[in-house]
């Protein structure tokens, strides 16, 4: 009697781990078929589009000829976003996360510079291109030219007391030295602060040099990978 018990005991038991066996073959098959299905995504790099707005804050080199009464004064930009980043961060990371990138931004400005008698605004065309260092995946370090062309200005004639300056008539062009730092969030969020040094003088009759500092948010998206 016991040996049938065993014999039936046995018999059970190798049923269950022969059955066990199959049933993990069958999900280790059924799993490689799965793995097999996939096709791992080879783009490294992505190209990003979006929007900013900002504040800025413009200063002016002296001016030699006569006491403007020159001070800091603030104004406001806005324009788009076109940037690429390149590689991977990680192994496992989505395109587009990698160390470099380079960033376009076609920007219109408005400068404010105050004076003694009445401010001097600059309505400009800004294109900084930049190239990004990201120091970890979010922070990043910017530097790069700023191309920067001026539309319009105010006022017409700015009176100094013994003169009169023509700021209408500016039609400036300038190439700025930009440098700064931007925090960019996963989900496209981004801040940045930066300088920008005036490198050429705003007219012959007028041998002043405009720098600004902006502080700016935005938000982009990926448009495409590669």
Known sequence: MRKKLFLLSAAFLMAAVTNAQVTFTDEENNEEESLEGIVPDKRKSAVSFGFKVGANMSS???????????????????????????????KGSDAGTGMFGVQVEPTYALHNIG????????????VPI??????????????????????????????????????????????????GVSYETKGGLFASLRYNLGTSELAKNFPCKVSAANLTLGYKFNIFKF
């Open 115 to 126: 004076t003694s008698s009445d401010d001097i605004k600059l309505n400009c065309i800004e």
């Open 130 to 179: 930049l190239l990004k260092i990201f120091l970890t995946p979010n922070f990043n370090v910017e530097v790069g030219p700023n191309i920067c062309g001026s539309i319009s200005s105010k006022p017409d004639n700015l009176d100094t007391g013994n003169m009169s300056l023509a700021i209408g008539d500016l039609k400036a062009f300038d190439i700025k030295a930009s440098i």
């Open 60 to 90: 002016m080199t002296k001016y030699d000829v006569a006491d403007l009464g020159l001070k800091s004064g603030v104004g406001f930009e806005g324009g788009v976003v076109i940037a690429a980043r390149f590689g991977k961060h990680t």
